[in-house]
């Protein structure tokens, strides 16, 4: 899977490749690409965003300046679905996850919160998402979080089965997983229920069952 990441900031993205489950599958099951706006700006002094016609607050990612981008890496249209990060998209979902996970390729497009050109969403992205509806000042965030999200429903990326029974699986029926339980057996008064002490494996598979949330 290749994943082209259109930004402000590339640098914000170094520590995240660093960790896992994404610096488990770099290089092998993802190639992550990361582009700079002002890398390819037509404007001058690597200038990318411009006060919205009508006035108002804040700066805004023109739509000269990210279809110059995508023109440079692709020389054409891109090859991929290409994701618009803003809270006027889709909500980012478990289900949403997986059906990006299992696309080859996937362009991100990020901004500042409420920071495009609406023909950018409109004309050059193919989807938009919106991972909550809230304000955030970095653009960055949203991209990170999908990055992360897809990356770890990627083959190597966790040990064997460790994925299946998480919180809004298929097989948990898209809800919170059971609660989880480590040494000390109790603390405070705090207890750990009996049945996860017992070792009879049956009872604690019937017990995480009837306590998935």
């Given at each position: 899977?290749?994943?082209?990441?259109?930004?402000?900031?590339?640098?914000?993205?170094?520590?995240?490749t660093e960790q896992?489950?994404?610096?488990?599958?770099?290089?092998?099951?993802?190639?992550?690409?990361?582009?700079?706006?002002?890398?390819?700006?037509?404007?001058?002094?690597?200038?990318?965003?411009?006060?919205?016609?009508?006035?108002?607050?804040g700066m805004v990612l023109r739509v000269?300046?990210?279809?110059?981008?995508?023109?440079?890496?692709?020389?054409?249209?891109?090859?991929?679905?290409?994701?618009?990060?803003?809270?006027?998209?889709?909500?980012?979902?478990?289900?949403?996850?997986?059906?990006?996970?299992?696309?080859?390729?996937?362009?991100?497009?990020?901004?500042?919160?409420?920071?495009?050109?609406?023909?950018?969403?409109?004309?050059?992205?193919?989807?938009?998402?919106?991972?909550?509806?809230?304000?955030?000042?970095?653009?960055?965030?949203?991209?990170?979080?999908?990055?992360?999200?897809?990356?770890?429903?990627?083959?190597?990326?966790?040990?064997?089965?460790?994925?299946?029974?998480?919180?809004?699986?298929?097989?948990?029926?898209?809800?919170?997983?059971?609660?989880?339980?480590?040494?000390?057996?109790?603390?405070?008064?705090?207890?750990?229920?009996?049945?996860?002490?017992?070792?009879?494996?049956?009872?604690?598979?019937?017990?995480?069952?009837?306590?998935?949330?």
């Amino acid at each position: 899977m290749r994943v082209d990441v259109f930004t402000l900031v590339p640098h914000a993205f170094a520590w995240l490749t660093e960790q896992r489950p994404l610096a488990g599958v770099l290089g092998e099951e993802l190639e992550l690409r990361l582009f700079s706006y002002r890398d390819t700006t037509p404007l001058r002094g690597g200038q990318v965003d411009d006060e919205p016609y009508g006035g108002g607050a804040g700066m805004v990612l023109r739509v000269d300046v990210v279809a110059a981008a995508l023109d440079a890496a692709y020389g054409g249209t891109p090859p991929g679905r290409v994701i618009a990060l803003t809270p006027q998209g889709r909500p980012l979902t478990q289900a949403v996850v997986e059906e990006l996970a299992a696309e080859d390729e996937l362009t991100l497009l990020s901004s500042r919160f409420e920071g495009f050109d609406e023909r950018i969403v409109a004309h050059l992205a193919s989807d938009a998402i919106s991972i909550g509806p809230y304000v955030l000042s970095n653009g960055e965030l949203p991209a990170m979080v999908l990055l992360d999200a897809v990356a770890r429903r990627l083959p190597g990326a966790l040990a064997e089965g460790s994925g299946e029974l998480e919180s809004f699986s298929a097989e948990l029926g898209g809800r919170l997983e059971y609660p989880h339980f480590t040494r000390p057996p109790e603390f405070r008064g705090w207890a750990v229920p009996d049945v996860l002490l017992s070792g009879d494996h049956a009872r604690i598979d019937a017990w995480r069952r009837d306590h998935v949330r």
